[in-house]
T-cell receptor
Framework: DAGVTQSPTHLIKTRGQHVTLRCSPI?????VSWYQQVLGQGPQFIFQ???????GRGNFPDRFSARQFPNYSSELNVNALLLGDSALYLC?????????????FGSGTRLTVV | DQQVKQNSPSLSVQEGRISILNCDYT??????FLWYKKYPAEGPTFLIS?????DKNEDGRFTVFLNKSAKHLSLHIVPSQPGDSAVYFC?????????????FGKGTLLTVNP
């Protein structure tokens, strides 16, 4: 069975550009969450989507947006990239919004902004 | 304001000995706690969790202890193996409307020496 898949694995962008990161959840999982992990820090919550609706949002600026598609895959979009957006972006899928059922993380997308 | 704290950035133990990783939290609304292990270039992998109604949970070599009054939890690994060398993250989720996201600590790098 495929786990959570994220693409691309690595990405280099220039300040001011836009980026789209993609995530496919485990089959049967209807919830996708996005986290940002800056070097030396733990992952920080960005969004959770469930059944194509946003169910939670972390403390990130409006430059960050996301959506979930009918097949439960998801995209994270970041506009007007800043150097500080350089990080590992993790996608996690779960059966429902309740974390007592657990999360499975993908391997992440390493974004470098130059 | 860091709500989940892992005050030891690193820990080194000998193979076969016990590894004890500590975590403190400040938010009284947290009621579910998880430990994740992360290897370089991979996403975090779920290890073990504990609900606030319990004070101990075991799974093989891994045991998590929760002291609610002290807002402290610890992960014990016995016996430690070289393959356990990784970054360990403590994470917490809240009850009711805030159980959709995890709040992570900064992580502790565990090195198990042969």
């Amino acid at each position: 069975d495929a786990g959570v898949t994220q693409s691309p694995t690595h990405l280099i962008k220039t300040r001011g550009q836009h980026v789209t990161l993609r995530c496919s959840p485990i089959s049967g999982h209807k919830s996708v969450s996005w986290y940002q992990q800056v070097l030396g820090q733990g992952p920080q919550f960005i969004f959770q989507y469930y059944e194509k609706e946003e169910r939670g949002r972390g403390n990130f600026p409006d430059r960050f947006s996301a959506r979930q598609f009918p097949n439960y895959s998801s995209e994270l979009n970041v506009n007007a990239l800043l150097l500080g957006d350089s990080a590992l972006y993790l996608c996690a899928s779960s059966l429902t919004t309740d974390l007592n059922y657990g999360y499975t993380f993908g391997s992440g997308t390493r974004l470098t902004v130059v | 304001d860091q709500q989940v704290k892992q005050n030891s950035p690193s820990l080194s133990v000998q193979e076969g000995r016990i590894s004890i990783l500590n975590c403190d939290y400040t938010n009284s609304m947290f009621d579910y706690f998880l430990w994740y292990k992360k290897y370089p270039a991979e996403g975090p992998t779920f290890l073990i969790s504990i609900s606030s109604i319990k004070d101990k949970n075991e799974d093989g070599r891994f045991t998590v202890f929760l002291n609610k009054s002290a807002k402290h939890l610890s992960l014990h690994i016995v016996p430690s193996q070289p393959g356990d060398s990784a970054v360990y993250f403590c994470a917490a989720s809240g009850s009711g409307g805030s159980n959709y996201k995890l709040t992570f600590g900064k992580g502790t790098l565990l090195t198990v020496n042969p």
